[in-house]
């Protein structure tokens, strides 16, 4: 989401870090070119104001003309200042009170509130172990009750059925009556869009509000938006009263600037990001990681994360043993893809590995992404099992027969098995270095093993 800034940064705190001391002109010009990035960025102009404004009076005080790095420390006060604007608090969905708490999802029509409703839904279903209802209150775009009600049997969660000719806030009263009286913990409201924010839009939404008095108002906003979001974070928040705020498709090229001026704007904490379309793809908005993903330093513990959310700990920890004694097969190896498909985004998830951002054209070169593991996926498939356990009997019409069974060829064929004896080679040696080795070069827990993609 905020590749655009990441690289922008990126390139002037590496001037900063070159030089070995910093005056006030250096730094000025430094903060001159942040400003232009978060511009870049689509932050809203009076944000970059006040951001500016406060790094630079820390940046050219003694803290930083003093320092041993001045531009570390630099980039110090930027990333504490990130964390302050984005919020420095983790902001979990409230769902404190009498049971059952009710969440209204408010938005522009094409924000994403529908399909942001079932993966907050099951969010709370499978994380928090809460008993959810979902309810849609848009009678006006077609066939939306229908698609919650899709999304909702996907997710495995109760939809409230749809009464021909029920409006809005009857429909609001009846879910809530039902979700007291049937032991929901929660019951998720979706609201009605409009192209654009118009009277009778916020009427109806204030009118839904005051009578189910939601624990949470959720704006779903695009991270797409840019400059425009300032307008409509405002709008709603003055309006409608909103607690918090999720920012959908933060998966794509968006230029984050959304982020930090509705935050800055509403002073509501930014609760969840939509990463990806999969009804799992919904992660908590933590300031500091993000911040650290902004400057570069990346998201290992985000990383972990969505590992642990896809892999067993038992079995990792197994193939891992069996990879350190070089007992590493093809099998293993398919293994490892399936479950770095299952984690989401391939380039998403790079964007979480420190120094990352300065690897783009390597990275670009190698063209790592959701095609070349489905590929390499399909190469292991077409082999036999035999062939997965003892590679070497991969002879030149076994490799010829495994390119045409996976349609492929027979170098992409090579440049996989050349990887498999680059991944083993290099586990051997971790194994003979002991915990030595683990600790210098091995993953986190629960992580699959590193993988060279050439």
Same mark, same amino acid.
């Given at each position: 989401?905020?590749?655009?800034?990441?690289?922008?940064?990126?390139?002037?705190?590496?001037?900063?870090?070159?030089?070995?001391?910093?005056?006030?002109?250096?730094?000025?010009?430094?903060?001159?070119?942040?400003?232009?990035?978060?511009?870049?960025?689509?932050?809203?102009?009076?944000?970059?104001?006040?951001?500016?404004?406060?790094?630079?009076?820390?940046?050219?005080?003694?803290?930083?003309?003093?320092?041993?790095?001045?531009?570390?420390?630099?980039?110090?006060?930027?990333?504490?200042?990130?964390?302050?604007?984005?919020?420095?608090?983790?902001?979990?969905?409230?769902?404190?009170?009498?049971?059952?708490?009710?969440?209204?999802?408010?938005?522009?029509?094409?924000?994403?509130?529908?399909?942001?409703?079932?993966?907050?839904?099951?969010?709370?279903?499978?994380?928090?172990?809460?008993?959810?209802?979902?309810?849609?209150?848009?009678?006006?775009?077609?066939?939306?009750?229908?698609?919650?009600?899709?999304?909702?049997?996907?997710?495995?969660?109760?939809?409230?059925?749809?009464?021909?000719?029920?409006?809005?806030?009857?429909?609001?009263?009846?879910?809530?009556?039902?979700?007291?009286?049937?032991?929901?913990?929660?019951?998720?409201?979706?609201?009605?869009?409009?192209?654009?924010?118009?009277?009778?839009?916020?009427?109806?939404?204030?009118?839904?509000?005051?009578?189910?008095?939601?624990?949470?108002?959720?704006?779903?906003?695009?991270? !797409?938006? =840019?400059?425009?979001?300032?307008?409509? $974070?405002? *709008?709603?928040? +003055?309006?409608?009263? /909103?607690? &918090?705020?999720? #920012?959908?498709?933060?998966?794509?090229?968006?230029?984050?600037?959304?982020?930090?001026?509705?935050?800055?704007?509403?002073?509501?904490?930014?609760? !969840?990001? =939509?990463?990806?379309?999969?009804?799992? $793809?919904? *992660?908590?908005? +933590?300031?500091?990681? /993000?911040? &650290?993903?902004? #400057?570069?330093?990346?998201?290992?513990?985000?990383?972990?994360?969505?590992?642990?959310?896809?892999?067993?700990?038992?079995?990792?920890?197994?193939?891992?043993?069996?990879?350190?004694?070089?007992?590493?097969?093809?099998?293993?190896?398919?293994?490892?893809?399936?479950?770095?498909?299952?984690?989401?985004?391939?380039?998403?998830?790079?964007?979480?590995?420190?120094?990352?951002?300065?690897?783009?054209?390597?990275?670009?070169?190698?063209?790592?992404?959701?095609?070349?593991?489905?590929?390499?996926?399909?190469?292991?498939?077409?082999?036999?099992?035999?062939?997965?356990?003892?590679?070497?009997?991969?002879?030149?019409?076994?490799?010829?027969?495994?390119?045409?069974?996976?349609?492929?060829?027979?170098?992409?064929?090579?440049?996989?098995?050349?990887?498999?004896?680059?991944?083993?080679?290099?586990?051997?040696?971790?194994?003979?270095?002991?915990?030595?080795?683990?600790?210098?070069?091995?993953?986190?827990?629960?992580?699959?093993?590193?993988?060279?993609?050439?």
């Amino acid at each position: 989401m905020f590749d655009t800034l990441t690289t922008r940064l990126g390139d002037v705190f590496d001037r900063l870090k070159r030089r070995g001391a910093l005056g006030e002109s250096e730094i000025a010009e430094a903060l001159r070119e942040v400003r232009v990035a978060l511009l870049e960025a689509d932050v809203a102009l009076p944000v970059v104001k006040d951001f500016i404004a406060a790094v630079g009076e820390r940046a050219v005080g003694q803290e930083v003309l003093r320092s041993v790095t001045p531009g570390q420390m630099v980039v110090k006060i930027v990333h504490d200042h990130l964390v302050e604007t984005l919020g420095a608090e983790v902001s979990e969905i409230n769902l404190v009170g009498t049971p059952p708490a009710v969440i209204l999802m408010v938005g522009l029509q094409g924000s994403g509130k529908t399909t942001t409703t079932a993966k907050l839904g099951r969010r709370l279903s499978r994380r928090a172990k809460k008993k959810v209802l979902l309810a849609s209150l848009d009678i006006y775009r077609p066939a939306a009750q229908q698609q919650l009600a899709v999304l909702g049997d996907q997710a495995a969660l109760t939809v409230l059925p749809v009464v021909l000719g029920e409006q809005p806030l009857a429909i609001a009263k009846r879910a809530t009556e039902i979700g007291r009286l049937e032991g929901y913990d929660a019951v998720i409201l979706d609201t009605a869009g409009r192209l654009h924010i118009d009277d009778e839009l916020m009427t109806e939404v204030a009118q839904v509000r005051g009578a189910t008095n939601p624990t949470e108002t959720l704006l779903i906003a695009d991270a !797409l938006t =840019g400059q425009d979001a300032v307008n409509l $974070a405002r *709008e709603f928040h +003055d309006k409608v009263g /909103i607690t &918090g705020i999720v #920012l959908t498709r933060a998966d794509g090229d968006a230029r984050g600037g959304a982020a930090l001026s509705m935050r800055a704007v509403t002073g509501c904490p930014i609760k !969840l990001l =939509g990463v990806g379309e999969d009804l799992d $793809a919904l *992660e908590p908005f +933590d300031a500091g990681r /993000i911040a &650290g993903r902004i #400057l570069g330093m990346g998201d290992v513990v985000g990383l972990v994360e969505k590992a642990a959310d896809v892999i067993e700990e038992e079995e990792a920890e197994k193939v891992a043993a069996r990879m350190l004694k070089g007992q590493f097969t093809l099998d293993d190896m398919a293994d490892q893809l399936q479950q770095v498909r299952q984690m989401g985004d391939i380039k998403g998830m790079m964007g979480m590995l420190p120094g990352i951002g300065k690897m783009k054209q390597q990275l670009a070169q190698a063209n790592v992404d959701e095609k070349m593991i489905g590929r390499q996926q399909a190469i292991l498939s077409s082999m036999t099992k035999a062939e997965r356990r003892r590679p070497k009997i991969l002879n030149g019409s076994r490799r010829r027969r495994i390119a045409a069974g996976s349609g492929t060829t027979v170098p992409e064929v090579n440049r996989l098995l050349k990887q498999y004896k680059q991944m083993g080679t290099m586990m051997k040696k971790m194994g003979k270095m002991g915990k030595k080795g683990l600790a210098g070069g091995a993953l986190p827990p629960g992580m699959p093993p590193p993988m060279p993609f050439r």
